[in-house]
C-alpha cells in the first residue's frame, strides 16, 4: 500500500531553536499533505493543510510565523517549529492524500516526536 | 458544524470476547467514514472506511463497522479480540465530494485482558 515518510521519528531541541520535520509520499503523488498535533492521550487535532505550490491553510489558533509549512513538490511537505519553546513538545503526525487513489485515500505517517528542552 | 463523538474513553475486554467501539457523527449529509488504530507512538492505520452502499464494511485484521443513517452511528465490530489489538482506536469523518479535512472522534483505548 502507500506509503507516508516522516522524517525525523523523533528530536530533541533546545529552546529557542528551529527544527524542521519533513513528510514524504513514497509512491504516490500528494496535493494535499495535512499536518497534525497531538497530546499523549488525546486525539489528532489538524494544525494547518498544505497544498502543493501554495500557501498552507492554518486552523483557527495555530500560529502561521511559528508553524511554517512548506509543500514544494508533490511528494514533500515541511513543518518548522521556530523558535521552539518546551510547550511545543508533542507528536506531530501527517497525511496525505493520494488524489489518483479511489476516493482521494489519505495515507498516515508514522509521526514525529518533538521535544524541547 | 460536523464533529465526532466517540463515547467510550477506555475499554476492557477479555481476550476471545468480542468487541464493539462506538461512533456518532453530527453532519449536514452523510459523510464519508473511517476507523483507524494508533499503537503506542505510532502513526495510524486505516482499519475501514465507509463511502457507500453496503452499509456492513469488512476492514483488515478482522474488523467491520455499520453504518446506520437513522442513528447517525458508524460502529466498529470485533468477534474474537485478540491481545495484539490493544491500542488506541479513532473514528473519523470527511466531507463527500473529497478534498476536505478529516475530523476524528476523541479516540477509545482498547485494553485487553489476557
Known amino acids: 500500500g502507500a506509503v507516508v515518510s516522516q522524517h525525523p521519528s523523533w528530536v530533541i531541541c533546545k529552546s529557542g531553536t528551529s527544527v524542521k520535520i519533513e513528510c514524504r509520499s513514497l509512491?504516490?503523488?500528494?496535493?494535499?499533505m495535512f499536518w497534525y498535533r497531538q497530546f499523549p492521550k488525546q486525539s489528532l487535532m489538524l494544525m494547518a493543510t498544505?497544498?502543493?505550490?501554495?500557501?498552507?491553510?492554518?486552523e483557527q489558533g495555530v500560529e502561521k510565523d511559528k508553524f511554517l509549512i512548506n509543500h514544494a513538490s508533490l511528494t514533500l511537505s515541511t513543518l518548522t517549529v521556530t523558535s521552539a519553546h518546551p510547550e511545543d513538545s508533542s507528536f506531530y503526525i501527517c497525511?496525505?492524500?493520494?488524489?489518483?487513489?479511489?476516493?482521494?485515500?489519505?495515507?498516515f505517517g508514522e509521526g514525529s516526536w518533538l521535544t524541547v528542552v | 458544524a460536523q464533529s465526532v463523538t466517540q463515547p467510550d474513553i477506555h475499554i476492557t475486554v477479555s481476550e476471545g470476547a468480542s468487541l464493539e467501539l462506538r461512533c456518532n457523527y453530527s453532519?449536514?449529509?452523510?459523510?464519508?467514514l473511517f476507523w483507524y488504530v494508533q499503537s503506542p507512538g505510532q502513526g495510524l492505520q486505516l482499519l475501514l472506511k465507509?463511502?457507500?452502499?453496503?452499509?456492513l464494511v469488512q476492514g483488515i485484521k478482522g474488523f467491520e463497522a455499520e453504518f446506520k443513517r437513522s442513528q447517525s452511528s458508524f460502529n466498529l465490530r470485533k468477534p474474537s479480540v485478540h491481545w495484539s489489538d490493544a491500542a488506541e482506536y479513532f473514528c473519523?469523518?470527511?466531507?463527500?465530494?473529497?478534498?476536505?479535512?478529516?475530523?476524528f472522534g476523541t479516540g477509545t483505548q482498547l485494553k485487553v485482558e489476557l
Open positions: 498544505s497544498n502543493e505550490g501554495s500557501k498552507a491553510t492554518y
Open positions: 465507509y463511502f457507500s452502499g453496503d452499509t
Open positions: 509512491d504516490f503523488q500528494a496535493t494535499t
Open positions: 453532519y449536514g449529509a452523510t459523510p464519508y
Open positions: 473519523a469523518v470527511e466531507g463527500r465530494g473529497g478534498g476536505n479535512k478529516l475530523t
Open positions: 497525511s496525505a492524500r493520494d488524489a489518483l487513489a479511489v476516493r482521494n485515500t489519505i495515507y
